[in-house]
Every structure is written in C-alpha cells, then in structure tokens.
C-alpha cells in the first residue's frame, strides 16, 4: 500500500540522514547553511496532492457502490431494530429473530436500519460494512454474503451500560435453504406486506385513498417509480424517501390538485405509526407497484 | 474638539501609552466579539434548521409572543446603546460626572428591559407555553411543536438575557466607582465593556425578527 | 508590516472621542428601521421574504451597531479581520450542515 | 523553582509565598501553575488508562465491571482531552515562551491568563468532583440522545468542568493573538518570529473560533438532560446529527489544537540539534494557518456512516485530504532540515525524531481512515484509538515532553541528568509502539472500540497492547525523575543558553528575571540563524555524538 511505503520511506530518510549527518567533533561541527528551496517545496506538494487525490478517488468509489444496491438483483428486506441493548430483526417473509441474522448467499441483502432510543451501529467486519441506526430515523445498507457461514457483527457506536455484548452472528445459507427457513414461521409472524395491509386498514387510510371515487387523496398503486407533480411546481419521481415524508409530513410536498389552502388535508402520522408499523405500511405500498385496486 | 484624556497614569503594563493600550484592548474585544458570535450562532443554526423544516410552527409560534412589547425592548436596548456611546465619550474626555451619570441611564435601561423580559417570561409561563419536558404527553402535534417552539424561544432570549445580566453587574460596578470617584477609571476598559454592550444589543437586533416577527403577515 | 507600526494601529481617528450629532442621527436610524422591520412583518412577503427582508433589516442596523456604535470604522485593519472571522466562520458552520441536511 | 520555606519560622513565610503564587500576574510562574496542574490531570487520566488496560488484558469482566469501564474510558478521555492535551503545550510552554520569544515583559493582559487559570481549576475540579461521585458514562463525545436524555451519570457536572475548561482556553486563545500582534519587539517582523509562535499564533484562532461552538452545544446538551427542549433527542423532535455537527465543528480543528503548538516545538528542536535553518520556513509558516484554516471544514469525516448525506461525505472527505497536505509538507521540510546538518542526539532531539516518526504513522493512518469506502471499515474501531492516540500521544506528548526537556534550563535555571533523560525519551517511543501497534491490527479485524468486554480471537492482541502500556507507564516515570531530580541537591546550573540556540528567550537569564528583558532587545535578522550562534555546552554525564 502506499501509504505504508510513505512511511517506510519517512522513517528510512530520517534514520539515514541521523546517521549520516550525526554530529562528529572536528568533522561535521556546523551544518550547512541552506535555507530552502522553491521549486522542491511546491514539487512536493503536488506529488502530494495528486497522490492524495488518486487515494479519494479509489475511496470515493468504493463507497458510492454501497450507496445502492445494484441495479437488477433480488433482494432481501431485513428491518433491524437496535435498543439497549440487542438486535432484533423482521424478514420481509416476516420471520423476527434477535442477535441472530440468516441470510442467504448470493442475493443482495437490504437491512433498513432504525433505533427504539439511543444511536447505534450495526457492524458486520467481514462484509466491511458498518451503518449507524439513528432514532427516528431509518438508514439502510446492504450486503451480499457469498459463502455460507456465521459472520459476527457487534454495536460499533458506543451505546451505554451493556454496548459491548450488543452482539450476535449473521448466519449465511444457501438460497433454497434461507427460504426454507423463512417458511417456519411462528404464530404471529406475517409476511410484512400482509402486515403492512393490516396498518394500512387500522388506520382507514383506504377512506380517502381510493382509485374509483372522486377522494381527497390521490390513489397510491403504482406510485412508486411515478413521476410526481407538486402544488409548487416541483417534480419527481416517488421513492421511499418520499413516501415515509408524505406519511410523517404530508404538507411538505402536497400534490398538484390536492391542497386544502396550501396545505395537505391529511394528519401527520409522526408519533402515531411505530418505527415497526411504519416500515411495514412502507413495505405494502411498495408492494402496490404494479397492482389495481387492491387499496381498498 | 475636546481633549481626549490620554493621562500616563492611565497606561497599564504591559502597554508603552494610551494608543497602544488602547489598540490591543480593541484588538481583544473583537477577538472576544468573534467568538461570541460563534456562541451565539449556534442556537441560529438550530433556528433556521427549524424554521426551515417547521414553517407553520415557527409562525404560529411566533403570534404568541408579544410584537408590541418586544419592540419596546428593542427600542430600549438601542437607546442603551447610545447611552453607552456617551458614557465612553465622557470616559475618553475625563468627565467622570458624565461618565457616572451615562452609565447609570444605560444600567436603568438595561433593567428595564430586564423587567419586561422577567413580566414576559412570567406571562408565558403562566399560559402553559413552555418546553414540554415529554412530547409523548403532548396530545397533538400542533402541542408538541409549540413546545419546541418555546424550547427555541426560551433559550435564545434566556442566553440573551444572561449576557444582559453580565453587562449590568459591570456597569453598575463601573458606574459606582465612576460616582465615588477617587480615581477616574481607565477609558480604555470602558471603552471594552461598551463593546460588550453594543454586542449584546446586536445580538437581540437578530432575535428580535427571527423570533417575534415569524408570525405575522 | 514593520511590528512598530502594528503595536499601535488604527484607523487614525479611533482616538477621538464619539461625536454626539454622528451618534443620535445613528441612533435615529436604528429606530427608524425598527419601525420599518415591525411594519414590514405585517405585510404578506411569503416566508422567505419575510426572511430575506428581516435578516437584511436586520443586518444593516447590526451593521449601523457596529459601524459607528462599536467605531469599527474607525479601527485599523485587525479588529475589522477578527470581526469578519466571527461571521465567515458561523457561514462555515452553516454552510456544510445545510449541505448534509438538505441532501440527506 | 518553588521556594518553599522550611524554617522555623517559615510558616508564615510559606503562606506569603503561596500567596504571592496564587495572585502572581507573572506569565511564567501562571505557567509554572499551569506544569503542576496539567501534571496532576495527566497523572490522574494516566491511572485510569493503567486501570483500563488491566481489565482489557482479559476478555471478559475481569477486574471492573463493564459499567465501571464505561466510565473509566469517559474520564480519561474527558481529562486527557480537555485537561491535558488541549492546553498543555499552549498554556505552559506557550504562556512561559511566547513573551520571552517575542521580546515582551509579559501576555498582553496578565490579569486574563490568571483568571483563565482559575477558571481551568474551578473546570478541573467540577470534573473531578464528578469523576468522584460516580464519573460519567457518555464517552468524551457525549453523543446524543445517549448523553442528554439517556444516561444516569453525572452529565451535567461534567459538562460544566468542560464548559469552564473552555472558557479558559478562550481566554488564552484570545491572549495570545492580542499579544502576538501588539506586543513584539521592535524588528520582529512576521517572517523573523520563531515557528513555535506561529503556530501558537494559528491554535489561538482554532481556539477562540471553535470553542464558543462546543461550549454552546454543551449547554444545550445540559439543558435537554434537564427539560428535554427538543434539539438533539428524535423522541423531543430534535437532530442527533445536528449534535454531531456542533460536536466535530470544535473537536476536529481541537486536535489541530493538540498538534500544532507540538509542531511548533519541533520546529525549534530540530534546528538547534541540527545546527541549521529551519528549511523552508516561509512554507512551514503558511502551512501552520492552512492546517488552522482547513482544519475546520473537515469535521464531517467523524461522520461517513452516521447517516449524513452521500454528497456531505464526499465533500468533507476532499477536504479531509487537502488538510493532510500541510502537514506532510511539514514532515519533508523537517526531513529536508536533518540533511546537512551536524546532528546531536540530545534528549529534545531524541523526542522530536520520535515525534517525526509517529506523526507520520499518525497521518498517514488518517489518510487511511479519509478514504470514504475505508472508513465505513474501520470507523468507531481499534484502528481509530491507535491512530488518535498516534497523533495525541505519539505526537503532543512525545513534542510537550521535547519542548519541557529542551527548556527546563531555562525555566528553572538547572540542568537535568542527560543520561536519564536519553533513557525516558527511548522508553517512551518502544512503549508506545508495543502499545498501539496491536490496537492498529485488532481494528482491522474488526474490534469495536469503547468495549469492556470482547470475543476471545481478540485476547492475544490485547494483552501484548496492555504488556506495552506497561513499558510506556515505565517511560513516562524517568523524565518526571530526571527532571524533579535537577531540582534538588547539587544540580549543574544551565548558564543562560546550554544548547547555543538562537530566539530571544536565550538571550535572558536563565531563569528570566520578572520583567524579562533588563533592555528592551531589538532584533535585526531572521530566526534559526544556527550558522552565527554560539556553540552548546555539554552537560555533565552525557558526551555528544
């Protein structure tokens, strides 16, 4: 690496230069008078930088290839809960397990992260990944194992009183093996689209998003991927970035046609809906992609 | 143009004479100044994070408050301002009658807004608009934004107020001394605690707007 | 930049001590323009323009304040330095938290 | 140097010259409080990473509990941080130096530095008052909602000892910049000023520029710890990220804080021992304020994977590198200073070569820790305590124990042991080695910090970490007895410039009289003129070479 052979070559110059200018009575007694030199200071200072800049760039792009899970795969959504002090995990089949993770090798899998009080960090050493889970907040991540295996993951953000045994294993498994798994489901474990139908009906959120009545509200199927427009003017295209705001602040981006004096007629959900319900109610109306009528 | 009082006496070691002290008591209030600004600008960042993504709390926030009152602070505060500019004249032509008499107006101007801020606090506290210690209590969202609407309100015009309070203790002691008279206090170090003063005065020139006047219109 | 001509800088009139005329039209000014402010905020401008007008109001008479009250115009080249890294600093400061807030 | 009576009737004797200390307006003896003060929070902090490395030489909770552990690792970090590395080198070296280097009788405002001691005091003693009834548990970055709304600890006690600390820090900071502009000698002219003040000159800005941030952000910490105002906690509306912001808008440009008056330290070292000019001194000079300036629009990079923004990321992390850039151009202008030059190994200069040599580990680790895709690795890991505590302890201390070695004959007049000084600076560099190079390893496999307890595949690693931390507890001993040791007994006196070094404060008595100067001195030519300067005298008990 590099920056190991810069030092190497630091500490090479330094060590020859002691030695050979050491101060030696009678022959090397004054050193010699040379006050600097222009064209090495500049020299080296773009040495540097070009260097440096090369290393940001190899860094940069490392890390823009985690900021989304690659175009065109199958993906695992995992809901990753921390709280003082444990994990608990939701499958998208709806399996929940605590210190536990399976996966399965080879499908991309994304954990959205989120906290019950303080911030955490879900650390995975062998997948190099790491990604704080903040209160109020989801973050996501995601990985792909591509032996089967256990991996250890630990709390990398310190988190009070027991933050070091804020750990557990990611239990990697063939494919076929995870859906398997995935199938065991205990009584109460509900698939998270099914779970997110049933947020979506507790709250009568149908009563005013309906595709065949003239409502107050705009139908949602197939709204993700959708070009949006909105009272302002602005654009753009519905992710779930958008759909958790319109959920938490629906007046922030009200769509054209839809404003009640400026602002939305629907009530914020911030504080009402759990991070748990919220991820599922967001987990559902992903599910409405391609689909007709079924938010009644 | 009177004499500016420039009397040996009043030189300080480390400084050789006036110009000089005076320079680097200057040089040192801004560098002071600086940093307060900084202080300060924390809690306006926290402001304009808020404001920005809670307009409609911010604005109704800010029809509780009392335009008319806040506007005679204001007003109050500028007048101790100039007060203070002449207490450093009189300090910098050695008139210490003047000086005595300046400083008390500017410390009584400075009470009094103290008095309205105190009688403010009092009448919010009294109609419940205070940080509300659990937002689960809070029944609704409009409540639970008005809490931190009134946390913002409250430490702003608290951390404001607590420099007011620094400034008076100072200039009442400045002012006693300046009145008892045995010795005519140093110009230079009026000439810093009036820095101070104006400080806090610009200070409230920015929360004054960005709190009492978000609502109206 | 000799450090004797350092020791004792400034404008060349900061040892004079305020004039009254200079201060009460200044004074006059910062409360004609707190008028103006209070004024304004009852006049719809839309939020940002009652941010934008509220903040330059505001500015300006910070900057009366500072110009005349605390002579900043009349002191050398090193408190109008210190002042101004007071400012350019908090715009550090404001700048890369909107950054991150703005495109999280 | 403190001349307590011993007489019979010495003790009304004693209680004047307490009080004479206690109310001296005398920079250098404000300086000599500052040694002994910083000495003691630095002994304190030491016993507690002593206490911590024992209990991490097993993998379970072996000799405290992980309770007690979390908040041993809060208060060393909160003393080590605030009460010893921020203002060791300025408020000792700086406070007893920069007058003497400058040519002044004194700081521009000697009242400020004492009332800035007593407010560094009263700071120190609120944290210690908390650390004894039952210490604080948040870790030094207090990071929120943990710290404000979550944890039982003494949180505001010590936020207040920190918020105090500030205050004093600011008060030098401020100074130092009033008294580097107003009160140099006549001829000292910004080019010809010793690199050691401008680099004080650059930290007083860091200083009065980003405290007044962390001391704010504190006080909000404190106010939601009390009534939950809804600013930094999620479950009262507020931002743990705006938290963060505050937080590393202060503690990133601190560490230059930390660095900057120890590069300035090496800066004189390396010259006097080399016998020539400092190489590139104009460079060295603007690469200082770049580092100050930069320094502060890098904080982000604490915060790749805490859910900041992609785009912020990238940004700071550019900036992470343009900041590395001075300071490598620091490390090849000392290098380029070694070459040529007649080089003597005294004990200053031993420090110093270690100094070079850890600060590159330090900075090119950081470079490492840059780099977005690395970072989101090694982030909250072993390898980021290995690489601060490089740049902290390798660097500052190794340049604040250089800078007291190389004027403690001036300071007190005497000369210590050379032998034993040797001995310490050698001890202190392998100690540290041993210490952190298995903590750099256990990062890259993957151990969070701030952990009481871990897997056992980490046990190997961790006790060769703590077998060092015991050899560098044994280094840090030998200076503190060589030096005490000069001060008593027969001790060889220092004659005003043992080592036949160039600056103003050479040119004075040794230890300087209370005004410094008897002449105001005049200065006609540029720094580190080593060509011109007098030869060094040897000290007894160690030949050169």
Redesign the interface.
Known sequence: MVVGLATLGVFATMGYFVWRYRYRPGVNETGRDVPGSTRLEVGWTIATTVVFGGIFALGAAGFAERQHVPAGRDVEDVLVVGKQWMWKFQHGGGRREIAVLHVPVGRVVRLSLTSEDVIHSFYVPAFRVKQDALPGRTTTLWFEATTPGTYPFACAEYCGGEHSRMVGQIVAMPAEAYDAWLEHREPGEMPLAAAGREVFARHDCATCHDTHANKPAPPLEGLVGRRRVFEDGAALVADEAYLRESVLEPSARVVAGYAVAGRSPMPSYAGVLTNEELFELLYYLRTLKDATGVSR | ??E?HADARLVR????????Q???V?????????????????????Y??F?AQH??VV?AGGRALD?PLA?VM??TL??S??T???A??SA??GARRGLAGWLAATGLLAVAFLAMKAWEYHHHIAAGEV??????AASS?VE??R??FF??Y??MTG?HALHVVGGVLVIAWRALAAARGRELPRWTAIMGL??YW??V??VW??V???LY??G?? | MSARDERREDGGRALEPPSVVTSLVVLAALLALTLATVALAYVDLGTVGHVVVGLAIAGAKAGLVMGFFMHLGHEGRLPRLFAGFGFTWLAFLVLFVVIDVVTR | MNTTARTPSGAHRFWGTLRAWLTTKDHKKIAVLYLLTITLFFVIGGVIATIMRIELAGPGEDVVSAEAYNRLFSLHGVIMVWFFLIPAVPTVLGNYLIPLMIGAPDLAFPRLNLASWYVFVAGGALTLVAMVTGGVDTGWTFYTPYSSTFSQSHVVLTVCGIFLAGVSSIFTGLNFIVTIHKLRAPGLTWFRLPLFVWTHYATSIILVLATPVLGMTLLLVLIEHAVGIGIFDPAYGGDPLLFQHFFWFYSHPAVYVMILPGMGVVSEVICCFSRRRIFGYRFIAWATLAIAVFGFLVWGHHMFVSGQSYLASLVFSVLSYLVAVPSAIKVFNWLATLYGGAIRLDTPMLYVLGFIGLFTVGGVTGVVLATLAVDVHLHDTYFVVAHFHTIMVGGMVMAYLAGLHFWWPKMTGRRYDERLGRLGAVLVFVGFLLTFLPQFILGYQGLPRRVATYDERFHLLQVMSSAGASVLALGYLVPAVALVKSLFGKAEPAGRNPWGATGLEWQTTSPPPAENFLAQPVVTGDAYDYPNAPAPVAARGGAHG
């Open positions: 143009m009177a500016l070691e480390p400084f050789t004479d006036v110009a000089h005076r320079a680097a200057s040089l040192g209030m801004w560098v002071f100044i600086a940093q307060e600004v900084l202080f300060f600008g924390v809690l306006f960042v926290w304009g994070l404001r307009p409609d604005a335009v506007t204001t007003v500028l007048v301002s100039f203070m500019v002449l450093v004249r910098m032509l940080p509300v210690v659990d937002l689960h969202v639970a934004g809490a931190q946390g913002l409250f430490v951390f009036g820095l104006h400080l005065d610009v020139l920015f004054f707007p960005a006047l978000a109206h219109a």
